[in-house]
């Protein structure tokens, strides 16, 4: 089939306004849109302003009142416990209506904040839906973060209420989340009135009286007494949920998304983008604490009346490298979504794909790759192995969903490996030099998107609209900076290289060297210290740290290094993966005291590179190239 791709986009070029107003008719609004687009309002313009909608509604409740009551919506297979639960759309409702009763008689009501620190299970998504129906603005925090992290955003978000679980379940490993939960609230300054707690089998934990409620308890209550409680009109605006993703500092930023144009976009993409009907069974192999888990782990896939996959596992040892192939087998699963670390995990373990031909992937018809870069052999491994096509896309947290794509539903365009595709609807992709000027076809720059950004992506950072100007708009003027670095070639297909900032890509999770740095240097023994990303087999990047110890420590210096991974894990929590902490005597700085961590991790990666002209002290990088050698890293 010839792709429909340039009319498409090319059609989104000549009238914006109305390819979003058309697609808009794929949702039930409450009450219609005023403007399709205003560019006044807000900080660079608002969507769909002054119509009245429910994300829920448009997830859930229509689906069961249009003739999808009976069709399964929600799959949690747990490869963990060997566990599969299934929800239809009507019991997906009942389970949606008795939470968010439960929410309503602890008083949440619309624009209040709720916190969802939990595990891959069902409920995770159930929770977010029941925000959704009531108006109130969930905040998910991955579970692999510490009590730290969830205490910056419960500072930032304020919630009124916290949904967690006593545990989470890593391969061999409980991760109690309790103690996690309990120590974020003692210390952070904004105290939640109440915590909701989901007790798992694997681990159950104590309840503080009028504080903690059990979860099961009380939506059985709930649901033994009929609760009803009907969608909330909200408006378009209105934000739906904030997600918090890493920065340049340990402050993350916390990103908004609104109801409306969020709805729009996602749903346009299932079809167009990802090539899925709806009835149809969609499965997004992330987690609910990223964005890939909240857009298409929950929000698309129900908002297009598909069958999607809340997977508890991993691609390997859970229990073995054939899991993603019975998972797709067994749901009759068409389309997959992962990163591509995944992949690098499973050819790792299996490189011939023995466990391939073990399952009947008969319906399985396109394999999508986003969170970081996928590098071509793992492409091409995967398409040889599974014989069908493999998508790599790119987007951020900030977007919510995919900037550049090779658009399935609308038709493929040629393969071109390294490069995630071509521009989608909304986005106006240009490269920039660092002095905002466009640069030649097939150059690296400065990947930026005219502004406005399109229907879906974050209007501004939660109370925090300067710090979203600084970070993302005053740059480039005109400009949204994606803070990544890459060319378009002369079809218009994009390269991505590399980010601008300080932001690493480790197994698909974005992570901040500059956070990690701030734990670094709160050691006692620590007088300086830098953070780098180097290349990983199979995670892409892994974090390596340098530390200076203060004049006259003369503790052991493994130990200190061992105390430092310690604290990232404590303070950032175990998904920083930071394993290696190397003592040098000094940091290679330019003649104005900056770091130089590109020279360094050229080192370190055994890459070329070149004596900085800047450089104070030259003689430091072979301090730094012999430290590595020591620890069996670079030359
Ligand atoms: N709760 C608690 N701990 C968690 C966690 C969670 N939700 N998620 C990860 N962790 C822990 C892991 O157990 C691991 O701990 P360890 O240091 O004790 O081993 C650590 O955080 C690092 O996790 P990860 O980087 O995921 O490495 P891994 O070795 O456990 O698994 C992969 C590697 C490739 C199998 C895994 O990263 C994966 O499945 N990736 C798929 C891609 C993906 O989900 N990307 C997300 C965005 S799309
Ligand atoms: P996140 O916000 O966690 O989704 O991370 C977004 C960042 O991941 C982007 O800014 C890129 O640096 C990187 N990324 C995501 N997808 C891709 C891709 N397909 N190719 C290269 N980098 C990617």
């Known amino acids: 089939m010839a792709s429909r791709y340039h009319e498409v986009y090319d059609g989104w ?19 219609p849109f005023d403007s399709v687009f205003d560019a006044k309002a807000g900080v660079y313009g608002r ?32 490869a963990i416990t060997g566990t599969v639960r299934k929800y239809t759309y009507a019991e997906l409702k009942r389970e949606v209506v008795a939470l968010t009763s439960v929410l309503k008689n602890r008083g949440i009501k619309k624009g209040d904040r709720v916190i969802i620190y939990m595990p891959m299970v069902a409920e995770a998504a159930i929770a977010m839906l029941a925000c959704a129906r009531i108006g109130a603005v969930h905040s998910v925090v991955f579970g692999g973060f510490a009590s730290h992290e969830l205490a910056t955003r419960i500072d930032d978000a304020r919630p009124k209420l916290i949904i967690s679980a006593s545990c989470g379940l890593e391969p061999g490993r409980i991760v109690a989340y309790k103690p996690l939960l309990d120590k974020a609230i003692e210390m952070s300054r904004h105290k939640p009135e109440a915590c909701l707690v989901l007790q798992r089998d694997q681990l159950r934990c104590e309840l503080r009286d009028n504080y903690d409620i059990d979860y099961a308890d009380a939506v059985a209550r709930e649901r033994a007494a009929g609760a009803n409680v009907d969608c909330v009109p909200v408006l378009a605006t209105d934000p739906l949920y904030i997600i918090y993703t890493s920065g340049t500092t340990g402050q993350p930023k916390g990103i908004v998304r609104d109801n409306g144009g969020h709805m729009v976009a996602l749903k346009w993409t299932m079809e167009n ?93 396109t394999l999508f790759l986003a969170g970081e870069r996928a590098d071509p052999e793992t492409i091409k491994w995967a398409e040889q192995k599974l014989n069908v096509p493999v998508i790599d896309h790119w987007w951020q947290t900030e977007t919510g969903s995919p900037m ?28 920039l030099d660092d002095a905002g000027h466009e640069v030649p076809r097939g150059t690296l720059g400065n990947v930026v998107v005219k502004l406005p950004l399109p229907a879906g992506c974050l209007p501004t950072l939660w109370n925090a609209d300067d710090r979203f100007r600084q970070a993302y708009l005053d740059e480039f003027p005109g400009f949204y900076k994606t803070a990544d670095a890459g060319m378009m070639d002369d079809d218009g297909y994009l390269f991505v290289m590399a980010r601008t900032d300080d ?16 734990v670094l240097s709160a050691h006692p023994d620590v007088a300086e210290c830098a953070v780098i990303g180097i290349a990983d087999q199979m995670k892409g990047q892994v974090p390596l740290g340098f530390v200076v110890l203060n004049a006259g420590v003369a503790r052991d210096t493994g130990a200190i290094e061992s105390e430092v991974v310690a604290l990232v894990r404590e303070r950032i929590g175990p998904v920083a993966a930071l394993k290696t902490v190397v003592t040098i005597k000094r940091l290679p700085k330019t003649r104005s005291g900056k770091i130089l961590r590109g020279t360094m991790q050229k080192i370190a990666d055994k890459e070329q590179w070149a004596m900085p002209a800047t450089i104070d002290d030259p003689a430091i990088l072979d301090e730094i190239t012999a430290a590595l050698k020591g620890r069996g890293i670079g030359l």
């Open 47 to 78: 969507w769909f302003s002054g119509a009245s909608c429910n994300t829920c509604f448009n997830a859930v409740d229509r689906h069961v009142a249009g003739g999808r009551a009976d069709q399964i919506a929600l799959i949690h297979d747990s």
């Open 404 to 431: 550049t794509i090779n658009p399935a539903g609308l038709g493929l365009l040629p393969v071109k490996y390294g490069s995630p595709g071509v521009p989608m609807p909304g986005f106006d992709i240009r490269v």
């Open 273 to 365: 983008e990802f090539g899925v009907k709806p009835g149809e069974v969609f499965w997004a192999a992330s987690d609910v604490g990223w964005v890939v888990g909240h857009s298409y782990i929950v929000y698309a896939p129900l908002l297009h009346g598909c069958t999607t996959v809340l997977f508890e596992g991993k691609p390997v040892g859970t229990p073995d490298a054939g899991t993603y192939w019975r998972v797709i087998a067994e749901h009759g699963i068409v389309a997959l979504f992962t990163a591509p670390t995944a992949f690098r995990a499973i050819k790792g373990q299996d490189p011939r794909g023995e466990f391939i031909p073990k399952y009947d992937l008969s319906k399985f018809r």
């Open 13 to 31: 070029k000549r009238d914006p306004v109305g390819f979003w107003a058309e697609a808009a008719k794929a949702i039930d609004w409450f009450t």
């Open 503 to 518: 932001i690493i890509n480790v197994a698909g999770h974005r992570l901040s060297t500059g956070a990690m740095e701030e």
